[in-house]
C-alpha cells in the first residue's frame, strides 16, 4: 500500500512563502513521477506541478511560473512545493499525487491534502 502525507499547509498574509512536502511510504519507489494538485473553494482541481523520478523533468503550470518550484529528496521519498509571494487567490487545498499520468489529472496516488490560506 502506498501513502502519501503532505505537511507545511497553514494560514500565511499575502507575500508570504511557504513549503510544502509530502512524504511518500509503502511500495513507492524513487521511480514514481510526483506532483502537486490544488483545489480552491468552489472550483476544479487543477495541476500545479510534477517532477519525474530523476528530476531532470518538471512542470510548474504557466501561471505559476516564477513563484513556485517543485523538487524531490529520493533518498527521503519526499517531493516539496516551494510556494514565494503567495497571493490570496493561491488559497486551496494543496494535494500530492505520484505516479499514473499526473498532466492528464490521473496520477496512481493521492495524499489527503493540506490546506493553504492566504490572507490580503
Known amino acids: 500500500q502506498v501513502q502519501l502525507v503532505e505537511s507545511g499547509g497553514g494560514l500565511v498574509q499575502a507575500g508570504d512563502s511557504l513549503k510544502l512536502s509530502c512524504a511518500a511510504s509503502?511500495?513507492?519507489?524513487?521511480?514514481?513521477?510526483m506532483g502537486w494538485f490544488r483545489q480552491p473553494p468552489n472550483k476544479e482541481r487543477e495541476y500545479v506541478a510534477g517532477i519525474n523520478r530523476n528530476s531532470l523533468s518538471t512542470y510548474v503550470a504557466v501561471s505559476l511560473k516564477g513563484r513556485f518550484t517543485i523538487s524531490r529528496d529520493n533518498g527521503n521519498s519526499t517531493v516539496y512545493l516551494q510556494m514565494n509571494d503567495l497571493r490570496p487567490e493561491d488559497t486551496a487545498v494543496y494535494y500530492c499525487?505520484?505516479?499514473?499520468?499526473?498532466?492528464?489529472?490521473?496520477?496512481?496516488?493521492w495524499g489527503q491534502g493540506t490546506q493553504v490560506t492566504v490572507s490580503s
Open positions: 509503502g511500495r513507492i519507489g524513487s521511480g514514481f513521477p
Open positions: 499525487a505520484a505516479g499514473g499520468r499526473l498532466g492528464e489529472g490521473a496520477p496512481e496516488y
